[in-house]
């Protein structure tokens, strides 16, 4: 398999699915519009939409129907970078190697642009089980997996840790709460929802699971290292905002040696949780060897 060119693939999917989603024309309330796309359309992996497709796509289920699922998850993400880079929270002055959202179009609008997608995201999730209520209970579990891993017992949860954190040392113990819930939280919901929506059997939801629970995790270590090495123009943002913000990391508690490793064994769990499934497990596999390694 040509991990680069499923990868496009599927991104592509995504890209002309937003595209038709996301609102746009001539309306009173136009800039909000504006604002939305500007920040959903700066690029980006589209990561986590991929990794819906991918799963849903190895319990044998059709990925062109989990594709309005897939945008509100990507929605979601973005809503949260767009309040992530905002002064009172981590005060970045460009994602993706662009202006960030508050710097386009001010603190107001951008808070106004996050909400909006975020709750956009849901009635793009109602609407197509609405249009189409085949698999009830799939949708409604997959939205409940979405809804819970943003939410205060998830993502935002998070976030309020996170920045309760700052200036502090923490724990070991701490520092996991923050990467699980701040950003694994939402890398495990669309695994999960992925494979829910194509109707997983128990044993592949949980092998997915325990898959998604490693590489999100070692996905944040990752980023934590990319903040210390990373080169800026491949991250399309400053680095080092991590010790600016005073704030806890795997590398500022345990040096990047064995930060690196840490990733290193988390990705071979991940692996080992999926590889007895043979050559639907391909995708996974190869894209945990590209994540481990990843620049940007």
């Known amino acids: 398999m040509d991990l680069k060119l499923e990868l496009q693939k599927k991104a592509e999917l995504v890209e002309n699915a937003m595209e038709e989603y996301l609102p746009k024309g001539d309306h009173p309330q136009n800039l909000i519009f504006d604002a939305m796309r500007y920040s959903?359309?700066?690029?980006?992996?589209?990561l986590r939409p991929i990794l819906m497709m991918a799963a849903c796509e190895f319990?044998?289920?059709?990925?062109?129907?989990?594709?309005?699922?897939?945008c509100a998850i990507e929605m979601i993400h973005t809503y949260s970078l767009i309040h992530?880079?905002?002064?009172?929270?981590?005060?970045?002055?460009?994602?993706?190697?662009?202006?960030?959202?508050?710097?386009?179009?001010?603190?107001?609008?951008?808070?106004?642009?996050?909400?909006?997608?975020?709750?956009?995201?849901?009635?793009?999730?109602?609407?197509?089980?609405?249009?189409?209520?085949?698999?009830?209970?799939?949708?409604?579990?997959?939205?409940?997996?979405?809804?819970?891993?943003?939410?205060?017992?998830?993502?935002?949860?998070?976030?309020?840790v996170d920045l309760l954190s700052e200036n502090k040392k923490i724990d070991k113990a701490t520092l996991d709460f923050i990467h699980n819930?701040?950003?694994?939280?939402?890398?495990?919901?669309?695994?999960?929802?992925?494979?829910?929506?194509?109707?997983?059997?128990?044993?592949?939801?949980?092998?997915l699971t325990t898959f998604a629970k490693n590489i999100g995790l070692g996905f944040q270590i990752r980023d934590d290292i990319l903040d210390i090495i990373g080169d800026e123009k491949k991250l399309g943002k400053k680095v080092g905002s991590d010790v600016d913000n005073q704030?806890?990391?795997y590398p500022s508690l345990y040096g990047l040696d064995v930060s690196k490793k840490k990733v290193n064994e988390l990705f071979n769990e991940s692996v080992k949780a999926i590889d007895h499934f043979g050559n639907k497990s391909k995708f996974f596999i190869q894209l945990s060897d590209y994540l481990?390694?990843?620049?940007y």
């Open 40 to 46: 959903v359309f700066a690029g980006g992996k589209r």
């Open 59 to 70: 319990v044998g289920g059709n990925v062109k129907k989990v594709l309005p699922f897939a």
């Open 84 to 160: 992530d880079d905002l002064p009172a929270m981590d005060n970045d002055d460009y994602r993706r190697g662009k202006p960030t959202n508050h710097k386009v179009y001010g603190d107001g609008i951008a808070v106004l642009a996050g909400d909006a997608l975020l709750n956009y995201a849901f009635e793009l999730m109602i609407k197509a089980t609405l249009e189409n209520n085949e698999h009830l209970e799939r949708k409604v579990l997959a939205m409940k997996e979405i809804a819970n891993a943003s939410g205060i017992h998830g993502m935002i949860g998070g976030q309020v």
């Open 181 to 207: 819930n701040k950003t694994a939280a939402l890398i495990i919901a669309p695994i999960r929802a992925g494979a829910i929506l194509g109707g997983a059997s128990d044993e592949e939801l949980e092998a």
């Open 247 to 249: 704030k806890s990391t």
């Open 292 to 295: 481990v390694g990843r620049e």
